[in-house]
Each structure stands twice: as C-alpha cells, then as structure tokens.
C-alpha cells in the first residue's frame, strides 16, 4: 500500500521515516519530495509497505503524531490522476490567474474578469496596470474624460 505523509519537519531524512514506518512492518520504498529549485524537502513524502494490514495500522497509529515538533498527517495515498499536473499556469491558465491568457483571477497577459493584466476586467476606474494596482503595463487613464484614452505611453 502506498501511503502519503505530509507536514514532515523539512529536516527529516527518508532513512528516518523508513524506521518509523519499520516498526509497522516491512518498507519497500520512502521517497520525500524535494523541492527541484531549493533542494529543499517540500515536507511531504511517500511510503510504500508489502503488508495491507500493517499499513493500515502504521496509518492508523502515526496519523497526528508527533515528529521532531511537528504534528504529520497520514493517510492512503490517492492514486495519481490520467494527465499529470493540475489545471492553472501555462499558456492559458485555467482560472487561476497565471499564464498568459491569466483565467479568471487577473494576472497573467490578458487578466481574466478581475481587473489587471494587459486586457484585463472592464476597464472602468483608475486601476492601470499590469496584474492590479495602481500604475503597471498600461498607464492610460481610466474612464473618466473624454479624448483619445491612449494618451500616454
């Protein structure tokens, strides 16, 4: 059974987890995940165990233990999900801005329904910008006068 564990204390080495878990019974695998930029432990992980009953008693007894000051979750792990990383980011965002077309929660190029980004919201008001606030990627005015709105560059 593959069981995930998260809020691990950042320091945990998986040599470590896997004598936690060993006390349940036999640990094929551990794998924590790094961060890939940092190095860094993302302070959650993995543990794989032959033995159904005994992973689900290591789940049972470690969930909401207490390793090294820090309270862990563990549980099942679930399956991973047909086509890999979750919606938001690339090239159209989803709706959780990020991007370049930014979904529906500003930021990214086009900026979604929210206001800021390049085309973003309904341009009325003073908002400018690029990704919200004041100022940014296209200084004009707001809607207020009358003229040519691109008056500034």
Not at 38 to 61: D, L, P
Not at 115 to 132: M, Q, W
């Amino acid at each position: 059974m593959n069981i995930f564990v998260g809020s691990l204390p950042f320091k945990i080495e998986e040599s470590e987890l896997q004598e936690i878990f060993e006390e349940y019974g036999e640990v094929t695998s551990v794998k924590i995940i790094m961060d890939r930029a940092t190095g860094r432990s993302k302070g959650f992980g993995f543990v794989e165990m032959t033995n159904e009953e005994e992973a689900k008693k290591a789940i049972e007894e470690l969930n909401n233990a207490e390793i090294e000051g820090r309270t862990i979750v563990v549980n099942k792990a679930e399956e991973k999900k047909e086509g890999g990383r979750p919606a938001g980011g690339g090239f159209r965002g989803g709706n959780s801005g990020g991007g370049f077309r930014g979904g529906n929660s500003g930021g990214g190029f086009r900026g979604g329904n929210s206001g800021g980004g390049f085309r973003g919201g309904d341009r009325g008001g003073d908002r400018g910008g690029f990704n919200k606030g004041g100022g940014g990627f296209n200084r004009g005015g707001g809607s207020t006068g009358g003229g040519n709105r691109r008056s500034e560059y």
